[in-house]
């Protein structure tokens, strides 16, 4: 007998489920009360029998997991999730109210590490293949042969019409508890029969893990009776602990399997986790829906939909009480349609989708998110056991009020609080050791400053692996960053790895880790002679001295290496433009723009002008590449350090008859990339690319047309609408070749610079760029105020462009 009511004394009660099922989970705690067990034995790992009764703690909020991990390598671990409506859950609840003995009986953890790849998930069994299995064979759901056999095509509808939606609020008191499992047992009894070796994951594991189910099932019989035993397994494995099996076999079965020493503990799980989206093969599709199949007490899809119009609502959707009305009518009707005995939740959210949302699928997705998937997030006491970087890392989230949770959500911290630079820290420091709970997000249109951070946090049941796992660093989190900031520091080959590593060392507030890492940063930028790593490693550095600053960190050290790293790029630069092919000139025009920004930043005096010096011997130097030769008359540009005039010669004599059309396009893509905006507001610089383009050969254009499409497919779709409109009015009117000659004004373009008209903007400009009201000017400038003036738009148009 695979279910047998209380006094029978016959064989123990066996209660096949389906794991995460509501309807198994109601029907296991209707058969428990009624039976009374004095030992319950359940699915899952032996090693968690020392942490089973922490189940009774009020803290330990479902959803969970059980957790084993090898300890001499936390990644080899396995999750073993349960949530409230999980009948092992509702199993390991009853027993310990009723203080009766619980027991997990599947196959050690032990075992199941020793055969499975680090980080590998598994299902409720958690168990990887041994050692020459081989591929598994092909694997028939029995679910779906069930339906099928019952005359369904979709089993999980078969499955919740049959199972899941039975007993939905108030069970009437003449309801046999043991009926549906013996139904169970039954039908998989006759699938296994018929295909042995297709129902579970694979014969040699299932026939492993049924042989220590059996063997620690005798032991209960023995110990307790054989009517004090209840068992909660998978309904697959009910028909092999029915059916005797010599003792010698199972033994010799389980004899010499390769084992680990694991630790088990109890982590935080999620729903999504739960759901099969996200790849738990032994999930449900709708973890929210069924939790709130198993809560309610009666009328789940009225319940429903009033809890999807409450969360509408709050989103801004109109959703009034008619609609709820209207939606529960449509569901029903539909259900009634369907043959169905209840609504489910195909019919819900055609109710939801037709009535609440008005047929769209924005607010809908929502209420899958929100609900039918949803965001729960467990919890695990503090008595739980765990590796000290754990304890240390839930001290630091409860200290800073930084709690984890399972949704997504952006926060903004500000450096200059002492609350914002402690999460910050922490944040960082936690992204040093692979624990990426929050990820930076670039500052938008709303900030570019470094006082503010923003970030994107999200708590997923993974990270507690990688906590584990970083363990080995140390027992705090800023000792283990600061171990591990070290040991990176030793290893690193290259010199932007390490100036990369300072960066984040300031950035985490490692103080300790960085005289090391500051000693490898100068040993590595004195021997290294390549100028590409030297201006790549340079932005690194100073971020890293103007972050320091922000948080108030002594930098002088690091800003020292820095503007001798500067200087070293400064000097070796023009050489290294030469004898470059066109990858090796992208490359280091890459490397270029950052190190022209680092240098800006970096802010010592005298530099920035050498470098501007640097960057006009490019300009003029021969063999040197045109992408680069470009690139730096469009950097002098922008800096103020070439005349408008200067640059349209630069450009005329790139652009000139002599010149080969590759040579010239290379020369343009680097003097025009980074924006478009100059063409468009510069009438001369417009005609000088127009007519050089239009003089260019058949031939000559098919090899430049690459370089030009790469160059503006970069800008803007405004600003390429922009330059087309003024290129095909300046066409019509025959543009700068046509009447009038070269000096005739271009069609879109004014006749030149309207001074009232800039002169209205230099008041808001001043009291942005000088923190002051501009003072008013009543009267007309002489002319030595013109210069000065002039001098301060110069200025101020620098200051704008970095």
Not at 41 to 58: K, N, R, S, T
Not at 611 to 623: D, F, S
């Amino acid at each position: 007998m695979t279910a047998t009511p209380s006094g029978s004394g016959a064989a123990p009660l066996l209660l096949g489920v389906r794991h995460h099922g509501p309807g198994s989970a109601r029907a296991v705690r209707a058969a428990l009360d009624a039976h009374r067990p004095r030992a319950v034995l359940i699915e899952g790992p032996p090693e968690a029998d020392a942490v089973a009764g922490l189940a009774a703690d009020p803290a330990l909020h479902p959803p969970v997991a059980l957790l084993a991990h090898a300890l001499d390598d936390p990644g080899r671990s396995a999750f073993w999730p349960l949530a409230a409506f999980s009948p092992e859950w509702v199993a390991l609840r009853w027993a310990l109210e009723h203080d009766a003995v619980v027991r997990l009986i599947d196959l050690p953890a032990a075992h199941t590490l020793a055969w499975a790849e680090p980080d590998a998930e598994r299902p409720s069994g958690g168990d990887a293949p041994p050692p020459g299995a081989g591929p598994p064979p092909l694997r028939l759901d029995p679910l779906a042969a069930l339906a099928e056999a019952a005359g369904h095509d979709d089993p999980e509808r078969w499955w919740e019409d049959v199972v899941e939606h039975r007993g939905v609020g108030p069970t009437g008191s003449g309801a046999d508890p043991y009926a549906p499992f013996t139904a169970v047992a039954e039908a998989m009894t006759a699938l296994r029969e018929a295909a042995p070796a297709s129902g579970g994951e694979a014969p040699e594991r299932d026939a492993l893990r049924e042989a220590h189910m059996r063997l620690r099932l005798r032991e209960a019989r023995r110990t307790y009776g054989d009517g004090a035993v209840a068992v909660v397994c998978g309904a697959w494995h009910v028909p092999a602990l029915a059916e005797p099996h010599p003792v010698t076999a199972d033994r010799s079965l389980l004899r010499g399997l390769p084992r680990v020493r694991t630790e088990v503990t109890w982590v935080p799980w999620t729903n999504r986790r739960l759901s099969r989206a996200s790849g738990y093969g032994a999930g449900v599709t709708s973890p929210g829906w069924y939790g709130h199949l198993f809560t309610v007490p009666d009328r789940p899809v009225e319940r429903w939909l009033t809890k999807v119009a409450g969360m509408l609502r709050e989103e801004d959707v109109a959703v009034s009480p008619a609609h709820v009305i209207e939606a529960v009518r449509l569901a029903e009707t539909l259900a009634t349609v369907r043959g169905r005995p209840l609504a489910g939740l195909t019919e819900t959210v055609d109710a939801v989708r037709a009535v609440l949302c008005e047929g769209s699928e924005v607010p809908l997705a929502l209420v899958r998110d929100r609900l039918i998937v949803g965001d729960d997030l467990g919890e695990v006491p503090s008595t739980a056991p765990a590796v000290p970087l754990q304890r240390d890392l839930t001290r630091l989230q409860r200290t800073l009020r930084l709690r984890p949770e399972a949704r997504e959500r952006a926060v903004e911290l500000d450096l200059r609080e002492p609350g914002g630079a402690a999460r910050s820290r922490l944040l960082h420091r936690l992204r040093l050791l692979g624990v990426g709970w929050g990820e930076p997000v670039t500052a938008g249109a709303g900030g570019t400053g470094t006082f503010k951070e923003r970030w994107r946090l999200c708590w997923e049941p993974e990270l507690s692996v990688r906590v584990a796992e970083a363990g080995v660093w140390g027992t705090t989190v800023e000792s283990a960053a600061t171990a591990l900031v070290a040991s990176r520091a030793a290893e690193a080959r290259g010199l932007p790895e390490v100036s990369a590593l300072a960066e984040q060392c300031l950035l985490a507030g490692l103080d300790a880790a960085l005289p090391t890492v500051m000693r490898a940063l100068a040993d590595r930028a004195a021997l290294d002679t390549d100028v590409a790593r030297l201006a790549s490693a340079l932005p690194a550095l100073v971020r890293a001295a103007r972050y320091g600053d922000v948080r108030g960190t002594d930098t002088r050290a690091l800003a020292e290496v820095a503007e001798g790293l500067a200087e070293r790029v400064h000097v070796g630069l023009p050489p290294a433009c030469a004898g470059l092919d066109a990858d090796g000139a992208a490359a280091l025009r890459t490397h270029l723009d950052a190190a022209h920004r680092a240098v800006a930043l970096l802010g010592v005096p005298g530099l920035r002008e050498r470098w501007r010096a640097m960057l006009r011997n490019v300009t003029a130097r021969e063999g040197a590449a045109a992408l680069l030769r470009g690139r730096c008359a469009r950097l002098l540009l922008d800096e103020g350090g070439l005349a408008p005039k200067e640059a349209e010669r630069l450009v005329a004599r790139a652009l000139s008859p002599g010149t080969a059309p590759p040579e010239a396009a290379g020369w343009l893509e680097g003097f025009l990339s980074g924006g478009g905006m100059l063409l468009a507001h510069d009438e001369r610089l417009l005609s000088l690319v127009d007519g050089w383009l239009t003089g260019v050969s058949a031939q000559g254009f098919t090899d430049v047309l690459p370089l030009l499409r790469r160059t503006f497919a970069a800008y803007e779709s405004g600003v390429r609408r922009t330059l087309g409109e003024l290129v095909r009015r300046g066409a019509r009117a025959g543009g700068a070749r046509g009447p009038g000659g070269p000096h005739a004004r271009r069609p879109g373009f004014g006749p030149g610079l309207d001074a009232r008209r800039a002169d209205a903007v230099r008041p808001t400009l001043e009291l942005l760029l000088r923190g002051g009201p501009a003072p008013s000017r009543r009267r007309e400038p002489a002319q030595h105020e013109h210069e000065h003036d002039d001098h301060d738009d110069h200025d101020a148009r620098g200051e704008v462009a970095r």
